[in-house]
């Protein structure tokens, strides 16, 4: 079983839209949760982090965290164009941070 | 501008070479990270150091060799590699080894081995 896992496929959705990115993880121990934006041809940058269960608001981005099923996602609200990239998942548990393979976001004008 | 800088950004190389990959860290951090990230794939840890001390090593081929000279400055020595090596090579660092905190990371090195 891998690690963390993210969708696969690139996600399209329209400008204004809200972009919707989940990622499970198989380590029922993890404490700390981020997710990391990477642009196409630059390093990753840390977005958000959260450690409780529920929902953690910064701007237009909500991350939420549900240890009891394994699950963080990420929701872009009132997606712009300058928010296509890749986003990656981590996840850190027993002082050990995994990363999913990203998932891709292309907001069409 | 992330504060981790890496050199050089490209590198061609042949299986015979000698090279070396620079990573430098403005931020006073403590600890220093090489990443390895292939298309497709997560990104994969390589070599932690903390304090200028190796404390992690992912099972690396030793055609990898890594150094830390000092707290702000990190290389990864390069010998005799494949073409599997191939691939966009991430320094970061962070205030301690714990994995909890927030790590920087640079640009990145794009290797390519012919």
Request: glycine share 6%.
């Amino acid at each position: 079983q891998k690690e963390v896992e993210q969708n696969s496929g690139p996600l399209s959705v329209p400008e204004g839209a809200i972009a919707s990115l989940n990622c499970t993880y198989s380590d029922r121990g993890s404490q700390s949760f981020f997710w990391y934006r990477q642009y196409s041809g630059k390093s990753p940058e840390l977005i958000m982090s959260i450690y409780s269960n529920g929902d953690k608001e910064d701007g237009r981005f909500t991350a939420q965290l549900n240890k009891a099923s394994q699950y963080v996602s990420l929701l872009i609200r009132d997606s712009q164009p300058s928010d296509s990239a890749t986003y990656l998942c981590a996840v850190e548990g027993n002082n050990r941070l995994a990363f999913g393979k990203g998932n891709q976001v292309v907001v069409i004008p | 501008e992330t504060g981790v800088t890496q050199t050089p950004r490209h590198l061609v190389m042949g299986m015979t070479n000698k090279k070396s990959l620079k990573c430098e860290q403005h931020l006073g951090h403590n600890a220093m990270y090489w990443y390895k990230q292939s298309a497709k794939k997560p990104l994969e840890l390589m070599f932690v150091y903390s304090l200028e001390e190796r404390v992690e090593n992912n099972s690396v081929p030793s055609r990898f060799s890594p150094e830390c000279p000092n707290s702000s400055h990190l290389f990864l020595h390069l010998h005799t590699l494949q073409p599997e090596d191939s691939a966009l090579y991430l320094c970061a660092s962070s205030q301690s080894d714990r994995r909890t905190d927030t790590q920087y990371f640079g640009p990145g090195t794009r290797l390519t081995v012919l």
